[in-house]
């Protein structure tokens, strides 16, 4: 995806966990912002694994020198040596999930689906070709204002640490399709993966337990009806239900998502279903915002 990366995890001043989140949340943002924001379809998010596949090209020159100036380099300056000898190319998963209507009312005609999705996806990855070095210079700009908002430039941030010199498209795998109700009740579809407040965190959770065996994904009214059944659960004056999340994969799912401190969740004993609840307090806050592209997940916020 990305060439003329000079060095991975990058350097910015930061931790390295840091310096690797606003680079990979500002790819997400560029990509957001180019697919998505005025995407026609519903539900549309942007997922990056900040984990790149990393390959080294040993020969190649450093950016803007000639092939005899590449030659003289290293012998001028030895701190060059390395990186005019090598060149390094980063390239980033990316997950893409939107919502389509079904083209026949019981969303069962499979071919049919396939051929949606493909012509979807083939309308939303068309505006990668315009994508520029701005355009992601842009993208890790919006990442750092949310962390250190005194900072105004990618290449400020980033000390000689990598150059946009070019976007690359990748092959993409063939879409995988997951029917969601189009009236799911209380709640309403977000996305593809667990639910995540305005800065990717999610939230304290309580999970009813279903048939175990199942790999059937239980329903949005299924899920909800148990987080909302006060003979289960009960809270405090702190703590609000934001939403849901559904799964399907060994076994079958579903958590309540809450804002607020899960001790102010409480299990009551005559429940008839087992119920489980997260440990420790989790970082997410407010509403649901988002998802975070999971693969199994559906997120469903409160209406």
């Known amino acids: 995806m990305f060439d003329d990366l000079t060095e991975w995890p990058p350097i910015c001043g930061l931790s390295e966990d840091e310096c690797k989140l606003i680079f990979c949340d500002g790819i997400k943002n560029t990509l957001q912002t180019l697919l998505c924001e005025d995407s026609q379809y ?8 900040c984990d790149p596949r990393i390959t080294i090209t040993p020969g190649r020159r450093l950016p803007g020198l000639s092939e005899a100036e590449a030659e003289e380099e290293p012998a001028k ?12 190319n980063g390239v980033f998963s990316i997950q893409l999930s939107f919502g389509i209507a079904c083209a026949d009312p019981q969303c069962t005609n499979e071919s049919a689906l396939a051929l949606q999705a493909a012509a979807a996806v083939a309308d939303l990855v068309g505006p990668l070709s315009s994508a520029t070095q701005e355009d992601f210079k842009l993208g890790i700009e919006q990442a750092l204002a949310s962390i250190d908002p005194q900072s105004v430039t990618a290449d400020g941030y980033f000390t000689n640490t990598f150059t946009f010199s070019s976007w690359s498209n990748s092959d993409f795998d063939d879409p995988t399709v997951t029917a969601v ?12 993966g667990e639910c995540v407040d ?22 949005p009214q299924e899920c909800i009806s ?3 059944n006060t003979e289960c659960l009960t809270t405090d004056d702190n703590v609000i239900l934001r939403g849901i ?19 102010g969740v409480i299990v009551e004993p005559d429940c008839p279903i087992s119920i489980r609840t997260s440990t420790g307090n989790s970082e997410g806050a407010g509403p649901i915002i988002s998802s975070n ?8 916020r409160l209406k």
């Open 42 to 49: 519903p539900a549309c998010n942007i997922a990056v694994e």
């Open 77 to 88: 300056d030895s701190t060059n040596t390395a990186r005019a000898l090598s060149f390094v």
């Open 181 to 192: 109700p189009q009236d799911a009740g209380d709640v309403e579809f977000v996305g593809v």
């Open 198 to 219: 305005s800065f990717g965190r999610t939230h304290a959770y309580a999970q009813p337990e279903f048939d175990r065996e199942s790999r059937e994904r239980p329903s």
């Open 226 to 228: 148990a987080c909302q």
């Open 245 to 263: 999340v559904t799964w399907e994969a060994r076994t079958s799912g579903c958590a309540c998502d809450f804002d607020g401190n899960i001790d």
């Open 293 to 300: 592209g999971g693969r199994d997940y559906l997120c469903f």
